[in-house]
Each structure stands twice: as C-alpha cells, then as structure tokens.
C-alpha cells in the first residue's frame, strides 16, 4: 500500500506544483483563473487554494499505524525506576540502554527485569 500512497502523493506535487508557485507570487484570482484554463473543477481549485489537502494524499502523507515502535506498559511500582531508559528504549537501540543502566549503577538483575519487562515477559 505504501508505494501507490507515495506514487498518489508524488502525483499531486506533479500536478499542483506549479500552482503552488503561481500561489506565491500572484493573487488568488489570476491562479484560479490559470487552473480552470488547465482544466480543474471548481472543486479542486477551492480544495487548493484553501491548502487542504485531499484525503488521498493525506492518507498517502499520513505514518502507518501498524509500524507503531510503543512498549507495553510498566507495572506501577516499577514505572518509576525503569521509566527514563523505556523513553531511551524508544529510540535508542537496547545495547545503548543497557550501557546507559550500567552507568547509571544498576545491577544485572535490575538491567534483565527492565529487559523481560519491555519483551512483555
């Protein structure tokens, strides 16, 4: 799905790219006037101009959901102690954290029970 979202996407830069120039530096009713000569709708000419974007290219631009990086929850107790390196864990690879635990004087079992905790063991 992701290739035709980005062949969807690169289609409207194609075909508003001009538009969006004309946008810039002439008043709205010359670039209107220049897109119905072009051929657009009415339609898609107030959709432009009103710089919405239309929902397939929206949906094209928009992150997959599926791909989400989230972790599972931290039981209460320990959400406090582990919370700052789950945030590290987010975006930084696990060797990364588990160096950053050992630094910070954790101990090997602390750095495991984080770990099961984040593999949702």
Do not use: C, W
């Not at 979202?5 to 409207?12: G, K, L, Q, R, S």
Request: charged share 30%.
């Amino acid at each position: 799905a992701a290739p035709a979202a980005a062949e969807e996407d690169e289609e409207y830069n194609k075909k508003y790219f001009k538009y969006k120039m004309l946008k810039k530096m002439l008043p709205e009713g010359a670039v209107r006037h220049k897109m119905s000569l072009d051929g657009f709708s009415e339609k898609e000419i107030d959709t432009f101009l009103s710089g919405a974007v239309p929902p397939a290219v929206a949906a094209a631009a928009a992150p997959p959901q599926t791909e989400s990086r989230s972790l599972p929850p931290l039981p209460p107790p320990i959400l406090d102690k582990y919370e700052k390196y789950r945030t590290m864990k987010k975006i930084l690879p696990l060797a990364v954290v588990k160096h950053k635990m050992t630094a910070d004087g954790l101990t090997a079992e602390e750095i495991e029970e984080f770990i099961s905790i984040i593999d949702g063991k």
